[in-house]
Nanobody, 122 residues
Framework: QVQLVESGGGLVQAGGSLRLSCAAS?????MGWFRQAPGKEREFVAAINWSAGRTLYADSVKDRFTISRDNAKSTIYLQMNSLKPEDTAVYYC??????????????????WGQGTQVTVSS
């Protein structure tokens, strides 16, 4: 069984930065961040492979957000810079136990964290 615990959300002004963390227990191969704004579908943000550190980003966050991992701590991070009001959402950490893919598809992730709120004020 995999457990994921997110932290680091909060309220920030537009143009500011936040860093989210997700501590994972149990074996996984790839990790991702998704977000869900009120009234919208949950959407992909970024993903990372534990072993090789390969990354994948949504176009909307590329060049502003950085996903990274600390294998020793079994923790991934999402550094979010130049935040915009449209980045406001609940951010979810997710784990994929399929080793050969780095996915941006919600249904391909097996485990989810409880979510952490990020609010960007204008």
């Amino acid at each position: 069984q995999v457990q994921l615990v997110e932290s680091g959300g909060g309220l920030v002004q537009a143009g500011g930065s936040l860093r989210l963390s997700c501590a994972a227990s149990g074996m996984t191969f790839n990790m991702g961040w998704f977000r869900q704004a009120p009234g919208k579908e949950r959407e992909f943000v970024a993903a990372i492979n534990w072993s090789a550190g390969r990354t994948l980003y949504a176009d909307s966050v590329k060049d502003r957000f950085t996903i990274s991992r600390d294998n020793a701590k079994s923790t991934i991070y999402l550094q979010m810079n130049s935040l915009k009001p449209e980045d406001t959402a609940v951010y979810y950490c997710a784990a994929d136990q399929t080793y050969w893919r780095l996915s941006n598809t919600r249904n391909e992730y097996d485990y989810w964290g409880q979510g952490t709120q990020v609010t960007v004020s204008s």
